[in-house]
Each structure stands twice: as C-alpha cells, then as structure tokens.
C-alpha cells in the first residue's frame, strides 16, 4: 500500500496564507470603529443645540494643542478602509474565478478606497 505525502506535517500548502493575519485585523478594526462609534454617538447626545457648529465641534476639538477630533476621525476612516478592503478582497477572491476580472475589480476597489480617504482627509482637515 502506497503512502501519500500530502498530509501531516509535510503536507503542501497553498494559498496566499490571509487567513489569520486577515481576521485579526479585521476584528482590531471593528473594535477601533465601535469605540469611535459609541465616543461619537455620546458626544452627538451630548451636544445641546445640535448646528453647524455643534457637528464641526465634533471633529474639530484639541487637546494640548493636538487636534484629537481631526485624529481619531482619520484613524476611523483608515480602519473603515482596511476593514472594507480585507472584506471585499475575500469576496472577489472567493467568487470571482477568472483572474484577470479579479485583478481589475482589486484594482478598483484599492482605486476607489484611496479616492474616499482623499476626500475623507480634505473634509476632516480643512476644518
């Protein structure tokens, strides 16, 4: 009887190898976006006359000089970014078998998160 290699410890791998690199992170950005979330939600309740300002008051608050507002919300909109990314990457990878279509939907995808943190960071610190 014929033993086969392909298991145990010498057993071929294949594959990117995202697996848990990939989920660790995407839960590290759940958390750093729930948090901002529920810091964000109690200051919006928080905010008596709910104006133009009041908003800008949100993202636009210092502390020591340091313009915290402006840098918790951009580290919001890079943990949406990376999050979004794993996701939607997993996705094309695991439905799209042709890989040239795969490649231009990663390429449009990368394209159009970069675009939306662009504009994201031209918002927040024009404030």
């Known amino acids: 009887m ?12 294949v594959g990117a190898h995202y ?6 992170a995407q ?3 759940a958390v750093i976006l ?3 979330t529920v810091i964000l939600l109690i200051k919006a309740l928080a905010t008596p006359a709910f104006t ?7 993202f ?10 402006q840098m918790l919300a951009t580290l ?7 999050h979004a990314w794993i996701g939607v990457r997993d996705i094309w990878m695991d439905y799209v078998k042709p890989a040239g279509i795969r ?7 990368i394209l159009w998160l970069l675009g939306a943190v662009v504009y994201a960071a031209q918002i927040l610190w024009s404030l």
């Open 2 to 13: 014929a033993t086969s290699d392909n298991f145990g410890s010498r057993r071929l791998t």
């Open 19 to 24: 697996g848990v690199k990939d989920f660790i």
């Open 27 to 29: 839960r590290v950005t």
């Open 34 to 36: 729930v948090i901002y």
């Open 52 to 58: 133009y300002e009041g908003w800008v008051g949100m």
């Open 60 to 69: 636009n608050f210092h502390w020591f000089s340091l313009p915290v507002g």
């Open 76 to 82: 919001a909109m890079l943990a949406v970014v990376y």
């Open 103 to 109: 490649l231009l939907l990663q390429v449009l995808t």
